[in-house]
């Protein structure tokens, strides 16, 4: 009986060191979020709010508690450092919440499509918005479907490797 004991405590122990580890083997980064976890969420606010300088700093609050929230809904129990950022899906820029529902880990790693190229579509269409280009909703809308589409549609290019780097 001692012996049955001390393999099921070694078992649970070697587990628990060993599934950090292996947590992120077989597991892909996404490069879209789950529209389950993740359907995007907005403040109630107009292009006139958004478009004020520094508006999106003023309205940011995401604590690290919300953070580890958000890495556990997508199954990433040990996220490594400088590999993700919890992005907004709707950027802050276009009215975006804080919201649990508007958030979702995205690699900066995946290519082509990461966390740096929306950041060039989220400043992009934040321009276009300000400039009355494109209607608020519509932006909001087209990121939150499919960024990936919506930097195809908004940044005017075909993306390859070469014009990434």
């Known amino acids: 009986m001692k012996r049955r004991g001390f393999a099921v405590f070694y078992l649970t122990l070697c587990?628990?060191?060993l599934l950090p580890v292996f947590s992120s083997f077989g597991f892909e980064d996404p490069v879209l979020p789950d529209p389950r976890l993740t359907?995007?969420?907005?403040?109630?606010?107009?292009?006139?709010?958004?478009?004020?300088?520094?508006?999106?700093k003023r309205v940011r609050d995401v604590p690290?508690?919300?953070?580890?929230?958000?890495?556990?809904r997508y199954g990433i129990l040990n996220p490594e450092p400088h590999h993700y950022e919890i992005d907004h899906l709707i950027p802050l820029g276009l009215g975006g919440s804080n919201s649990i529902k508007n958030l979702w880990p995205q690699s900066y790693w995946t290519?082509?499509?990461n966390a740096y190229l929306k950041d060039k579509l989220e400043y992009k269409l934040h321009?276009?918005?300000?400039?009355g280009i494109v209607d608020l909703k519509e932006a909001q809308q087209a990121i939150a479907t499919n960024w990936i589409e919506a930097y195809k549609k908004y940044m005017g290019k075909k993306l390859d490797r070469d014009s990434i780097h």
Request: aromatic letters at 10%; one cysteine or more; charged letters at 25%.
């Open 15 to 17: 587990l628990g060191l």
């Open 39 to 56: 359907p995007g969420d907005t403040f109630d606010v107009t292009k006139e709010d958004i478009c004020v300088p520094g508006y999106a």
């Open 64 to 72: 690290p508690a919300l953070k580890r929230k958000v890495y556990l």
């Open 111 to 113: 290519s082509p499509w």
């Open 127 to 131: 321009k276009l918005v300000c400039l």
